[in-house]
């Protein structure tokens, strides 16, 4: 006889989503950069944003920030980068 | 549950007063009840004003419970209509309420006209009107809105829906809980080994979850299979009491052990918790699970020697089982998910309980404000445990300055304020500490008063912890000018276990602690 097992893993089904278009150009941009508030962070991104609009022509540079690193965006951390339009977002780990 | 349209189904029942009822050609009031629901005892006193009001009206009473105890209800409540008696719930299997009370209001054509579940005053009111409206009698308001009763109260689950013998389940026993899906079945042909099979949902053996064990687990517990318990982070898989049942079989659960995983995983995935931080971070954290109370000795809980170790199958098989669903329902598995710089022994499985016998303070769950008798788990995200040894100390003073110095370097020696500890106590330094005078909460300021780094660290160069040095505070400590590693007494925990022979206890660090981190969370065991 078969043995009938109970699936224990989690089979809750997920939206499968397209990865964004890839830029082709950062020239006058809006770019958006998203410091997830771990040490350190602010250095990092002072520098890449710096490194965006001398090197890269970029537009503009949208900072934002989650209030913690161990948990995700809160969706007003979202809205903030949606609403500003950016043409992409970088997210920056740091320590 | 039949449903206003549909033809209500005849039945012969005997009342509580020996006469023989069944459905009679006019318009007609059923109430199915329990004698111990209390949305039940607010509902039939309604029901007896409605009789007062119309003497004429067939209403009848269907008791889902033994003779004796609808006889003392119907006695209390001074019930003045009929009540049936529907002990094997024969009638309720046909009307299929899901919870009690549910009334069914027939014409007199035996035709279902209105239902009703749990207690609703606009609901009585609608369907007092429709009886009204059936019997050409004047529309009255049987439930005022102000007559100091809620305006509506859920029910419980109906008799015939709970688990009665080994293998016939319920198939809804909380009609209020969030439903998920079922799970499926994964059918292995006779050729495959199923224990070889399971390997792919963990690196260790497990029990290959079979439909009579899933069924087993599940019959321990009161609620439906299909009931979401929680959703999992970081994936938010959901945790149903049948995947927690087959994840409790593979890791070799007890039955009864289904009573602590249920809140367990309710707690591990309570926000305040923060699993999903826990399980994400590339730090050690592993949740630390610390039992209390009487479930120790009804389940089998070792809280002596070896406490840390593989010592009891309760211990070893909850911590197991909490791990298997945090990957398979939560997908923080090792190596993907969950990229651990060097990981924790303590994902395998980390359960122990605090000795309390040995323990001359509060335990732990007492200063979380239960009462002693009231069984509770406790979850800390914590580092791999230190040692701390001290077998020559003559008084309480010196072990606590022991424990101090193996504090003062959790997380790294050189930062202050931002995390906690517990402090497992063994049962021969606690005795010291007690014969000392020290009670748990002088213990813990002394702790706090002593733990600190000394400045001079800081010349070491720079390292974590050195740019927060204008935010700490400096006191001094045995002469020596410091900064203080804690913020507050109270980011310092303290538990007795272990065995009775060994001067060992042992410090646990925390991750990232407080609302930006994980914190500690308790939660009652029923």
Redesign the interface.
């Known amino acids: ?12 089904q ?1 939206e499968p989503r397209k990865a964004a278009t890839k830029l082709s150009t950062l020239q006058g941009k809006t770019i958006g950069l998203l410091d997830i508030s771990k ?1 350190g962070g602010n250095y990092f991104l002072d520098h890449v944003e710096r490194l965006l609009k001398a090197q890269y022509g970029v537009a503009n540079v949208i900072r934002a920030m989650k ?2 690193f ?3 965006a809160p969706a007003a951390v979202i809205e903030q980068l949606v609403n500003a339009r950016c043409d992409a977002v970088i997210e920056a780990l740091a320590d | 549950m039949l449903q206003a349209g549909e033809r209500a189904p005849d039945f012969l029942l005997r009342a509580i007063d020996g006469t023989e009822h069944q459905l009679a050609n006019e318009p007609t009031l059923l109430v199915f009840f329990e004698t111990d629901c209390p949305t039940c005892l607010l509902t039939l006193p309604y029901l007896n004003k409605l009789a007062a009001r119309l003497p004429e009206a067939a209403i009848s009473g269907i008791s889902q419970d033994d003779e004796a105890a609808t006889k003392a209800l119907a006695e209390q409540l001074q019930i003045r209509f009929p009540v049936l008696l529907d002990r094997d719930w024969k009638v309720s299997e046909q009307y299929a309420p899901v919870a009690v009370p549910t009334l069914f209001l027939l014409d007199g054509q035996g035709q279902i006209v209105h239902t009703q579940i749990a207690f609703d005053k606009a609901e009585l009111n609608a369907m007092t009107a429709a009886l009204c409206a059936m019997m050409g009698q004047e529309v009255f308001v049987l439930a005022e809105p102000f007559d100091g009763n809620p305006a509506t109260k859920p029910g419980c689950t109906s008799r015939h829906l709970e688990p009665r013998t080994e293998g016939e389940m319920a198939a809804a026993l909380n009609p209020y809980a969030q439903r ?2 079922r ?8 050729d ?1 080994d ?1 224990e070889e ?2 390997l792919r ?1 963990d690196p260790l053996p497990v029990l ?4 009579a064990r ?1 069924e087993r687990m599940l019959n321990a517990s009161t609620l439906a299979p299909d009931e979401v318990i929680a959703l ?1 982070p970081p ?4 945790a149903t009491v ?2 927690i ?3 409790a ?2 890791a070799g659960c007890a039955p009864e052990l289904m009573r602590v995983l249920i809140p367990l995983i309710r707690a591990v995935c309570d926000e305040r918790y ?1 699993i ?2 826990v399980q994400a ?1 590339t730090h050690f954290a592993a949740p630390l699970v610390i039992v209390n109370g009487p479930i120790r000795h009804e389940l089998g809980f070792v809280s002596g020697s070896n406490v840390f170790s593989n010592v009891a199958r309760a211990n070893s098989t909850l911590g197991r089982a909490l791990q ?1 669903i945090l990957t ?4 923080a598995r090792p190596g993907e998910i969950d990229m651990s710089t060097l990981g924790n022994a303590g994902k395998f499985a980390q359960v122990i309980a605090e000795n309390e016998e040995e323990n001359p303070w509060e335990p732990l769950h007492v200063e979380h404000g239960f009462a002693r008798e009231q069984s509770t788990l406790t979850l800390f995200a914590a580092e791999p445990p230190r040692g701390v040894s001290e077998h020559n100390a003559r008084h309480g003073r010196t072990i606590l300055k022991a424990i101090s110095r193996a504090l003062a370097t959790i997380w790294t020696y050189r930062i202050c304020l931002m995390f906690e500890a517990f402090v497992i106590l063994c049962p021969e330094h606690v005795k010291t500490l007690q014969r000392d005078g020290f009670t748990k909460q002088s213990a813990r300021d002394f702790l706090f008063e002593n733990t600190g780094i000394p400045l001079h660290h800081y010349s070491d160069g720079d390292g974590e912890g050195v ?1 927060y040095q204008h935010l700490f505070e400096q006191v001094t400590i045995d002469g020596e000018s410091c900064y203080r590693k804690f913020a507050r007494p109270e980011q310092i925990h303290i538990v007795v276990a272990g065995g009775t022979a060994g001067k060992f206890s042992a410090v646990l660090g925390s991750w ?1 602690t407080g ?4 914190q500690v969370v308790t939660y009652p065991i029923e």
């Open positions: 006889m078969p043995t009938i097992l109970i699936n224990p893993l989690n089979e809750s997920r040490p209030p913690t161990t948990k995700p | 998920g899906a799970a499926s079945h994964l059918e292995l042909s006779e495959v199923a099979y399971c949902f290959p979850p079979t439909l899933v999992v994936n938010y898989g959901q049948e995947k049942a087959a994840n079989v593979m923060n999903h931080g971070t298997l398979n329902i939560g997908g740019q990232a609302p930006r981190g994980s």
